[in-house]
């Protein structure tokens, strides 16, 4: 659906849904091949990079091209975001926060014992005090991100895929309570192939491999609850999901009516692309923009993992962790981090010349960094900047890496 036109014709903001046909492979980067190994490991969930290339490759067959280098040009031109699991074609999820801390509790329920996850919010003290700190970075020290609660226990994962409406309390700070509403991490399920002779048609010898895919046609649901007296059935349990893209596209009208069969992935395996008239799945939620309105602490939570000049730190952050992000002109301090450890992304590229792709460090998604406001400039012009991407590079930012939500602490 075009919503204005540019210089180049149709400007494009388009929503995709991807039903997927088959588990997906999202290979990691551990070598696998004749010689090197004979089991292909997947990642938990694919990377930005590889949503966008074959979004780039399937929108070039539909308009006809030639993948000339101007082609090529053309399609890296097209932002893609993406891609989150969507549960009933109307609720956006996202990944979990790394500043929830979930602590396993057990509590009496109709006089039976249940365990169940409560919710710990890690962030800085509000001031500066003169006992406490972190002597790093040099020159701009950061505040230790900690939780009020002072007993001992060992953390237990979160829920991987949050709700928009509850990441929305989240990032409010208002209590969150885990429930069937959240789901878990995607399974892998893993596949045994043998190779074949190309002239006998049979079995080559010692020719065995395995490929591990993602199911992302279910989700396995947090504390699934059954009805009263029966065991849980396949839908207590799983939630249909489909999922889905955001793409910004000028110039061309292939857009307008995509819908397609093509690969996500290694292995070929199918997916079926298709516009989606749902553009209120990508908009901020509207406790966030009241509760950014009022706010001189923001916070941002990464919702795809990013690539920043400095590893962990933002290249917009100058020395004294002071900036502004990436389309947006309001001033920001940074007071906290909380991250999970970084992740390597590489590939293979099949531009001239062809060859391997140098190791690339990311923050993870879930990612948590702290915000003061520098000025008096109000918090809500972050509300534009929901799920907008705040990596450095403006091709990353191309690539879905860095998409990143807002709220208050």
Known sequence: ?????????????????????????????????????????????????????????????AAD?????????????????????????????????????????????????????VAHRAMPPATDAADEGCDWPEGAALRPVVIAK?????????????????????????????????????????????????DSGAAAESRLFATSGLSVTHLPRHQAKPETGHKPSFHDRMAEVTLAARVRADGWPAMEKFDTWHPLGGERRLIHWANCADAELWKCPGAVATSLAKANRVRMVLATPAIFEHGWRPGWLNDQLEGTPPGCELKLRLVGVCIPRWKAVSGWSL??????????????????????????????????????????NEQARRDGFGLAVWGTW
Not at 49 to 60: C, D, I, K, Q
Not at 69 to 95: M, N
Not at 362 to 390: H, I, N, Q
């Open 1 to 61: 659906m075009p919503t204005s036109r540019g210089r180049k014709g149709f400007a494009m903001n388009t929503t995709l849904t991807l039903t997927a046909h088959d588990p997906i492979v999202a290979r990691d980067g551990r070598p696998f091949g004749i010689g090197q190994g004979n089991r292909m490991r997947g990642l938990g969930w694919p990377y930005p990079s590889v949503v966008a290339g074959s979004l780039r490759t399937a929108l070039g067959k």
């Open 65 to 117: 091209l030639q993948f000339t280098p101007a082609d090529s040009k053309r399609l890296f031109d097209v932002e893609v975001a993406g891609v989150f699991p969507v549960v009933d074609g109307k609720t956006l999820y996202l990944p979990a926060p790394a500043d929830c801390v979930a602590e396993e509790v057990i509590e009496q329920v109709d006089g039976k014992p249940e365990k169940r996850l």
């Open 150 to 198: 002072e007993d001992d226990f060992k953390p237990k994962d979160t829920p991987a895929w949050w709700p928009v409406e509850r990441f929305a309390e989240w990032l409010t700070c208002v209590s969150v309570k885990f429930d069937e509403s959240f789901l878990l991490a995607a399974k892998m399920e893993t596949r045994d192939h043998v190779q074949l002779d190309a």
């Open 351 to 392: 531009a001239e010349p062809r060859g391997p792709k140098p190791v690339r460090r990311l923050v993870p998604a879930g990612g948590a960094y702290f915000f003061e406001m520098v000025g008096s400039d109000t918090a809500l012009s972050l509300e534009k900047r929901w799920l907008e991407p705040v990596s450095d």
